[in-house]
């Protein structure tokens, strides 16, 4: 049974910085493509972050020279290192495989970026 478990979020000032985890389980993790997702109050789940096997990566724009995604493969972990943070930041974050039914939806990490 494939799971993701996510951590790292809090509370924290506009302009601070947070790293999320993600770890997986029940799955061969090295070979997939991984994603970090938000879902902000009232809003549709948006992706945020991917990161493929090999290490390529892509962002969303509003997040593009301030969130930077990594993985450990010895770790079978995801992370989302998140700098310059700004209110509109504020969700829960989650992880997953990106455009798959491998896992389900994890509970997610709330960050709430507020002065």
């Known amino acids: 049974q494939v799971q993701f478990v996510e951590s790292g979020g809090g509370l924290v000032q506009p302009g601070g910085s947070l790293r999320l985890s993600c770890a997986a389980s029940?799955?061969?993790?090295?070979?997939?493509?991984m994603a970090w997702y938000r879902q902000a109050p009232g809003k549709q789940r948006e992706l945020v972050a991917i990161?493929?096997?090999?290490?390529?990566?892509n962002y969303a724009d509003s997040v593009k020279g301030r969130f930077t995604i990594s993985r450990d493969n010895a770790k079978n972990t995801v992370y989302l290192q998140m700098n310059s943070l700004k209110v509109e930041d504020t969700a829960v974050y989650y992880c997953?495989?990106?455009?798959?039914?491998?896992?389900?939806w994890g509970q997610g990490t709330q960050v709430t970026v507020s002065p």
């Open positions: 990161i493929t096997s090999g290490g390529s990566t």
């Open positions: 029940g799955m061969i993790f090295s070979i997939y493509t």
């Open positions: 997953k495989i990106p455009n798959s039914s491998l896992g389900s």
